[in-house]
Structures are given as structure tokens and as C-alpha cells.
């Protein structure tokens, strides 16, 4: 039997951004900005320094050095059982993330081949049946069944199934099997 | 009216590897490999060093200096003009390779979003209307229209249409204009 295919996005899904760029905020700038008021602002405008968050994802050694989402290891492994995992990831629009986000995928998810990783700019051409993401921009022009991973940016949105965490993902992918 | 959309393979396609190799190998060896000897071998088999393709690929800097297929920027130019135009490239399997094709298509071919490279492994879940490859692995499984892009390793295949160079890309996407 043909393994349906899940796409999965890395940054705030497999990599969690958000806190990665709260602490380097709180390093560099001595201010920790609160998640509860980072709901449903844009990452890039939920910071004092409305500049910050484009310079750190500039910034060689960010993507290498973030936090991996609590979950996503045990899940992504699990999923992979039943189903072909891709990762894919909008990384083209930063050329230094390239080689970063290869080696972090190495480091945390080596059970990840590489045929399985997708690094590229518009998703839209990418055929799974289903696609988790946090982002609408992916979402809306997915061929499979868009499935809204939770971050602070997205809290209004009310498209979309939403999956609050990798426990969530792990409930919803058990339901399709029973 | 929505653009069918063509995926490009890279190495050998839009990028002239096969003459690299042959350049770099005379170079490093003294050993001029004639073409017409390659014909139906693999690449890594048509060398008298039969480690030496293995040992180019994984070279920093190779990737980053292969000529340009001849004809290939004004043809993927004048694609581009009635096609949404990918650029599919397995280039996973060599990591040190991603920014230096990524650098490369800057360089040679920068009408080219990067919201239209995909640096990934297994092309089978790109949902292209053609894909334009010299990869029979690729080409096989694609989802669209298989078109085999000439090299000497193809030489002796006989399924999917084969296209010999630029222009006869060209010509055949102008008789399904017409």
C-alpha cells in the first residue's frame, strides 16, 4: 500500500522559532516580550525593535541553533511509521539558512532522509495530502488537507483545522487510522 | 488564466555537468575523456578514476563553477514568459552544494524567483505540468509530462520523449502553443 504523504514545515512546527527569538531578544536587548501579547501580531511587529526579528533570521547561526519544538522528535518519528514525511521548508528566501537548516535536521531528526527534505520558496507545487504549517500563506494554496499548527502569530486565524501541538498532530493522525 | 507550470532539473539540464567533468578530469589527470565513449554509461563509470565524479560532486566550489548549458538562459527566459518555471534540483544529497546552486542561479539565471527553486531529494512529490530532467529516476515518477533532457548517460533510452538540447525545448513548447 502507497503511504500517504504529510508534508511538515520546520520553523515553528519542527523549530521553535518563537521561543528562539524571545530569548535572543531578552540576550541582546534585555526585554523578555510576553507570548500573551505576541497573539495574533505578526512575529516581525511583535518586538520593540521592529527590525530585530528580520536581522536575526539574517543572522548565520540562528536557524543552526534553534530549539527544537517540544514534541515534535517522539512525533515526527511516529508519524513516520505510517506515513512518507516530508519536511518542507520556505528556506530560499534566506540562502544562509540552507546548509543550516540541513545540518540541524541531521542533528535532531537523522531518521529523516535526505531524499525526504524540501527546501524551497513557494509550496504550493508540492503534492502531499496533507500539509502542517503556521502559516496561511502555505495553508491556502496546499493540494492536501491544510492542517494549522498553533503560534502566537496566528491566534486569529479561524481557517483551517487548528492542532494546538504535537500531541494534537499525534491525536489527529490516530483518529484518520482508526 | 493560470500558467501550466514546467519543473527544470539542474545538473545536466540547465547546468553543462557532463563538460565540467570531462574539463576538471583532464585538468587533475592529464586524461581528455572523449565523448563519444560515454555514450550509455553512467557518469561515475565513464572515467578511467572511477572515484573521480564521486570525489568532484563532494567538492566545494564544483557546483558553484559548472558552465551553462548552452542556450539554456534565453530558453528558460522565453519559458518563463508564458510558463511558471521551477527549478528542481536533487541537490539534497550533497549538502555543500545548496548555496552554491543557489549562488549559481543568481548568478546565471536572475530572472528566477526564489519563490521557484526547490533544492530537495526524491522529485516525485513535485506537482509539475512537465518536468524537463536527464534522470530516467526522476522523470519516472514525475507527475506530469516526462521529458528527457539528452547527456551521454541517457543515451540509450528509449522511453519518454527526448529533447537534445535548448532548442528543441524550445520547439516543442512552441508547438503546443500553437
Known sequence: MIKKIIAIDMDNVMA???????NSYERDFGIRVDRAAMQGIPE??????????????LTPGF???????DGAVEAVKKLSEKY???VVSAAMEFPQSLIEKHDWLQEH??????????LCGD?????????IDDHCKNLDFCKGVPLLFSASHNA??????RLNNWSEVLSYFSQKDS
Do not use: C, G, Q
Open 63 to 69: 536557524f543552526r541553533t534553534v530549539p527544537v519544538m
Open 44 to 57: 516581525s511587529e511583535a518586538f520593540p525593535d521592529k527590525k530585530a526579528v528580520w536581522n536575526y533570521v
Open 16 to 22: 521553535d522559532i518563537e521561543t528562539h527569538l524571545i
Open 109 to 118: 531528526f537523522p531518521f529523516i532522509s535526505w531524499k525526504n527534505i524540501i
Open 123 to 131: 509550496k504550493s507545487v508540492i503534492a502531499s495530502d496533507y500539509l
Open 156 to 161: 486569529n486565524i479561524t481557517k483551517h483545522i
Open 84 to 86: 512518507e514525511v516530508y
